[in-house]
């Protein structure tokens, strides 16, 4: 079995909420695509629910795209603490942590229902399962906390 990155990184010793750079990929014409973490929540001590965790994710996918140029995908870890962010190019983990963060200011501050895309059975594949009061929540507390540009150092963004 090949080595994932990810299960070698230390989880004890990372500092959430921050944005890691994982790995920069290049293609055989030398197209970068860059994977990052975007760690909402502390390891081991913490999960975003799952209905809290989807409609952020929803919601993001649309929000980081306004905001990241070459966005690919984000999507969610599986053990809800966070998610995984590709990108064509090499954007800068504070670059990366300041659209985050203001991605989840939005959600904190503006977003109502009628704001969050594919929330109906032919949009979602779990359309009964998602929570905006407790997306607005967790990007309160995650806000709270601020986001660091480095997974061991508090580096909190502006």
């Known amino acids: 079995m090949g080595k994932v990155e990810s299960f070698e ?7 959430a909420p921050y944005v890691r750079l994982i790995t920069v990929e290049e293609g055989k014409k030398g197209d970068k695509i860059s994977n990052f973490d975007l760690r909402l929540v502390q390891p081991n001590e913490n999960a975003i629910p799952t209905g809290g965790l989807h409609t952020i994710e929803h919601l ?8 990241i140029d070459g ?4 999507s969610p870890f599986g053990c809800r603490t966070g998610f995984h962010l590709l990108v064509w190019g090499t954007p800068s983990t504070t670059d990366v942590a300041k659209a985050l963060k203001e991605a989840l200011e939005e959600i904190r501050d503006k977003i109502q229902w009628e704001d969050v895309p594919g929330t109906t059975i032919k949009s979602c ?19 709270e906390k601020g986001i ?6 508090r580096n909190v963004v502006e």
């Open 9 to 15: 990184l230390d989880h004890t010793k990372v500092k």
């Open 71 to 74: 966005y690919i995908d984000c």
């Open 125 to 143: 594949g779990n359309y009964r399962d998602h929570s905006l009061f407790s997306a607005k929540q967790w990007s309160r507390d995650i806000l």
């Open 148 to 153: 660091s540009d480095d997974p061991f150092e």
């Open 60 to 67: 993001l996918a649309g929000l980081l795209r306004d905001r």
